[in-house]
């Protein structure tokens, strides 16, 4: 934690974690840091680093810069809401897709805590088809994707089937373990239309070089947090020393 009125940084995390950790899981705190602060959150419905606010503490900084009142915001791959509640406490409206239903669970609880009437909880997976997809269980709620061999099947939708019906995105964040390409390859019409702010997370060097060449050549400039996580906005330039 900082030292108030300073910037002296004190790390606590291992005075304070068993005391965290016996906070019960049905518990609803608010958020105790970050632009998410304030927001209530169900301490069972994921790590602890959510409700703390320090999860990807970089990323989420950015991303609460970028939102604006008039907003639509696209969360793909909502997991349990972590973005979704900072973007609907701030925007116009947010769709959040998750097709993974224990995921769905707490992502619906975060938000009905709030009373987010602004949010289009859509419990489908997102991609290059408008037909259900296989869906491969992690060994967490965090970390499963659609893949080929996966053994649950999950509905599935373009994002250009998909803004046929609901408002266009000003801003898409997207992490997925993945799949990230086949939701652009199903977005062209979109991105023809619209050029939201991408927050995107690659998985793997060759949907990373495949997604950026496709922003790239929509005229976005892309940005760096980190080697497979990127900010792309219309225009401007790149500063693609990584990836």
């Avoid at 250009?160 to 019409?189: F, T």
Wanted: charged share 20%.
């Amino acid at each position: 934690m900082r030292v108030p009125f300073s910037r002296l940084q004190i790390h606590l995390g291992p005075f304070l974690a068993p005391f965290l950790r016996a906070v019960p899981g049905r518990a609803v705190v608010p958020i105790l840091q970050g632009p998410a602060r304030g927001i209530r959150w169900q301490v069972g419905s994921g790590m602890m680093n959510f409700w703390l606010g320090t999860y990807e503490r970089e990323k989420m900084a950015a991303f609460a810069v970028e939102l604006r009142p008039e907003m639509v915001v696209y969360d793909i791959g909502a997991n349990v809401g972590a973005y979704t509640v900072l973007a609907a406490s701030r925007c116009r409206q947010v769709h959040a897709f998750e097709p993974y239903s224990p995921n769905l669970v707490h992502l619906r609880r975060n938000v009905s805590l709030n009373r987010f009437e602004n949010c289009v909880i859509v419990p489908t997976a997102v991609g290059a088809t408008d037909e259900a997809v296989a869906f491969e269980e992690g060994k967490n709620g965090f970390v499963g994707k659609v893949a080929g061999g996966g053994l649950l099947r999950v509905p599935c939708t373009r994002l250009d089937s998909y803004a046929e019906n609901h408002p266009a995105p000003d801003i898409i964040k997207m992490d997925i373990e993945g799949a990230e390409w086949d939701v652009l390859d199903g977005s062209r019409e979109l991105f023809a239309m619209k050029r939201p702010i991408v927050f995107l997370a690659t998985h793997g060097d060759q949907v990373h070089r495949r997604c950026c060449s496709f922003l790239e050549d929509r005229g976005y400039a892309i940005d760096f947090l980190a080697a497979d996580e990127i900010i792309a906005r219309p225009g401007g330039s790149s500063s693609r020393q990584a990836g």
